[in-house]
């Protein structure tokens, strides 16, 4: 079995991947800012260990990663946390694009930076839980959007420059799931938040386990998961 670092692991789909690793009977590392949530988490998933961490703050990050102490091999880190903030660009200050470019981009970009000599051993794998935003941008989405294009340039780049080093990287772009990011979106367009209507965040981690588990001699690139008619 293998070792794996989840971000955003305490709810959502950070929540499904984790539950579903620990099913497989893999190791866990679950990442996130809520040291209480996670201490929680960690007696739900007996033999996974807490990596507290503030996205917001990336120069956080390394320490803490450090302070998990050796991790000489990592089969597969999954970036699952983001954060959303809508608005139109003419109204939304700077301090929001920072925000959302810290959690978004930088903070997963730093996190991937440090655990790399982990993911080479193993010839491991990344994950980006992505967004149809980072293929799109709407109206009142810029922030967000761009945080997104951000992280598919990320992927894309980490994917040429590891290939060579045995290391697999994976973009999952969601349509929407039905998570609490949802109904914060909900509140922000004025209209009902019915969960029934989208993505389970289950679904969504068996397309990420899905893309882990592919054999060796195939990678699996990009995944598109949209809700279903």
């Known amino acids: 079995m293998g070792t794996y670092v989840?971000?955003?692991a305490t709810r959502g789909i950070g929540l499904a991947v984790a539950e579903l690793l620990h099913e497989r009977g893999h190791d866990l590392v679950l990442a996130g800012r809520n040291?209480?949530?996670?201490?929680e988490l960690e007696k739900r998933l007996p033999g996974s260990s807490s990596l507290v961490v503030d996205l917001r703050a990336p120069e956080g990050i390394e320490p803490a990663v450090a302070g998990l102490g050796p991790l000489p091999s990592l089969d597969g880190l999954?970036?699952?946390?983001?954060?959303?903030?809508?608005?139109?660009i003419a109204k939304t200050p700077y301090q929001v694009w920072q925000d959302l470019l810290a959690v978004n981009l930088v903070a997963v970009a730093e996190l991937t930076r440090v655990l790399l000599p982990a993911l080479r051993a193993a010839r491991g794998h990344?994950?980006?839980v992505n967004s149809g935003s980072g293929l799109r941008a709407k109206p009142e989405w810029?922030?967000?959007?761009a945080s997104k294009h951000g992280l598919?340039?990320?992927?894309?780049?980490?994917?040429?420059e590891e290939h060579a080093n045995g290391?697999?990287?994976t973009s999952v772009y969601l349509g929407r799931v039905a998570t609490e990011m949802q109904r914060k979106i909900h509140e922000y367009e004025g209209s009902e938040f019915d969960p029934s209507k989208y993505i389970e965040p289950r679904t969504v981690a068996l397309a990420v386990l899905a893309a882990l588990e592919t054999p060796r001699d195939a990678e699996v690139t990009e995944v598109t998961v949209r809700p279903g008619v």
């Open 6 to 8: 989840v971000t955003g």
């Open 35 to 39: 040291a209480e949530a996670l201490a």
């Open 78 to 88: 999954v970036h699952s946390a983001g954060a959303i903030e809508l608005g139109e």
């Open 126 to 128: 990344v994950v980006f």
């Open 142 to 145: 810029g922030a967000y959007a």
């Open 152 to 160: 598919r340039a990320l992927a894309d780049a980490l994917r040429e």
């Open 167 to 169: 290391v697999r990287v």
